[in-house]
């Protein structure tokens, strides 16, 4: 037995117990006025399951076989006409309740056709009766659809509300790890520096102390060195994460720093989409430089041979936003979150802190950076920067 719970609404309880009430007490006593007043119970109960126009079509049918065999025009079951106007003034808009209040008045004002040729239409008392019932089915439909929509706008400003608190929750909780990792990385770089210094000398000595003719001395003295420079070059890449960066900010064009880091990419087909007036902004042309041009790099490597990467610009109110969009590979749902964050990579030689560099340095111009991306279809990074 389906369990009700699932389909009964607190408001549908008030409907069925008005139904009841119509079925006990009503004059109306016809087989055909108390079968319809079940049905539309029922009908009532599992209304949530059903299209919203098509629920209320089926009851406005319903409505008008009970009030044909309860009386017709002087039917006192006109009040639950009511109930598809309310309907529809909670699940349309202003025009849909519109509509449906217009079709609940012709709908009791078919009746009066009904009534025979010789029969003048009773404007007095009983036509001013019918006038009321207009009005009313009017007024009611108005004001449960302001309040409804005043409900609606409430609920979306509390989903956005929401919303903004767990992206503002998000920021927190990565700029705390952020932070962290970077006082752990300053820490632990430093102590690596001066034995890393140590091991280059030791290597460059002992190539100048054995002889040419020891080839194996020689090379594993080369790998020293070389692993040495690496290993420096990746400590470099450390610091420059965990140290705070000082902003040199001056006024710039964003389309013509955009052009200097296309320039610099070579070899790459990338299709520009500037939005014309955008006034300059502040910062730091060379760190920012450095953001579009990883950027532009990554979105070039997850590119297909051939692809086109799609360098955009546009105003939104008092910020300037920079898309950089491409076609290729796209992420992984369950990566999105956290392809920000120090040393997460998927690339087999990659190290990961590209992108949490580019993030940390548009965050300190201000502004964020976030990205929308579904797998096999692409990606789309958006860089937002203050006015």
């Known amino acids: 037995m389906p369990d009700l719970r699932r389909y009964l609404r607190p408001q549908d309880l008030v409907w069925l117990l008005a139904l009841a009430a119509t079925g006990i007490f009503s004059p109306y006593r016809d087989p055909?006025?108390?079968?319809?007043?079940?049905?539309?119970?029922?009908?009532?109960?599992?209304?949530?399951?059903?299209?919203?126009?098509t629920s209320i079509l089926i009851k406005l049918s319903l409505i008008w076989i009970m009030i044909y065999y309860g009386g017709q025009i002087e039917s006192g079951l006109w009040v639950i006409l009511l109930l598809p106007v309310i309907s529809a003034a909670t699940e349309f808009g202003l025009?849909?309740?519109?509509?449906?209040?217009?079709?609940?008045?012709?709908?009791?004002?078919?009746?009066?056709?009904?009534?025979?040729q010789a029969q003048s239409i009773p404007w007095d008392p009983e036509g001013r009766q019918f006038g009321l019932r207009l009005v009313i089915l009017i007024v009611v439909g108005f004001l449960v659809n302001q309040l409804a929509e005043a409900s609606r706008r409430e609920t979306r400003r509390f989903q956005e509300t929401a919303a903004k608190l767990e992206t503002a929750e998000a920021e927190v909780r990565r700029s705390e790890r952020l932070a962290a990792l970077g006082q752990l990385t300053a820490g632990l770089a430093h102590e690596l520096r001066n034995p890393l210094g140590t091991m280059k000398t030791s290597a460059e000595?002992?190539?100048?102390?054995?002889?040419?003719?020891?080839?194996?001395?020689?090379?594993?003295?080369?790998?020293?060195?070389?692993?040495?420079?690496?290993?420096?070059?990746?400590?470099?890449?450390?610091?420059?994460?965990?140290?705070?960066?000082?902003?040199?900010?001056?006024?710039?064009?964003?389309?013509?720093?955009?052009?200097?880091?296309?320039?610099?990419?070579?070899?790459?087909?990338?299709?520009?989409?500037?939005?014309?007036?955008?006034?300059?902004?502040?910062?730091?042309?060379?760190?920012?430089?450095?953001?579009?041009?990883?950027?532009?790099?990554?979105?070039?490597?997850?590119?297909?041979?051939?692809?086109?990467?799609?360098?955009?610009?546009?105003?939104?109110?008092?910020?300037?936003?920079?898309?950089?969009?491409?076609?290729?590979?796209?992420?992984?749902?369950?990566?999105?979150?956290?392809?920000?964050?120090?040393?997460?990579?998927?690339?087999?030689?990659?190290?990961?802190?590209?992108?949490?560099?580019?993030?940390?340095?548009?965050?300190?111009?201000?502004?964020?950076?976030?990205?929308?991306?579904?797998?096999?279809?692409?990606?789309?990074?958006?860089?937002?920067?203050?006015?």
């Open 205 to 387: 000595l002992l190539a100048r102390s054995v002889s040419k003719e020891n080839q194996i001395a020689q090379e594993m003295s080369s790998y020293i060195s070389t692993e040495v420079d690496r290993t420096n070059s990746l400590i470099t890449r450390f610091l420059d994460f965990a140290r705070p960066k000082h902003l040199r900010l001056e006024p710039g064009d964003i389309s013509a720093l955009l052009d200097r880091s296309i320039a610099s990419l070579p070899g790459i087909e990338i299709y520009k989409n500037y939005a014309p007036g955008i006034p300059q902004i502040k910062f730091d042309a060379e760190l920012l430089e450095r953001v579009f041009t990883n950027l532009i790099l990554n979105a070039a490597q997850a590119s297909p041979p051939g692809g086109v990467v799609t360098v955009k610009t546009q105003l939104l109110d008092d910020k300037v936003e920079v898309c950089i969009i491409d076609r290729g590979s796209g992420i992984e749902a369950k990566n999105l979150e956290s392809i920000f964050n120090p040393f997460f990579t998927t690339k087999p030689e990659g190290v990961g802190l590209g992108l949490a560099i580019c993030s940390k340095i548009v965050d300190e111009h201000g502004g964020h950076i976030t990205v929308e991306s579904t797998a096999g279809e692409g990606s789309v990074f958006h860089v937002i920067l203050p006015l």
């Open 32 to 53: 055909k006025v108390l079968w319809s007043l079940a049905a539309l119970a029922v009908l009532q109960i599992f209304d949530s399951r059903m299209a919203p126009a």
């Open 95 to 116: 025009l849909g309740t519109a509509i449906f209040t217009l079709l609940a008045c012709l709908h009791n004002a078919s009746f009066l056709l009904l009534l025979e």
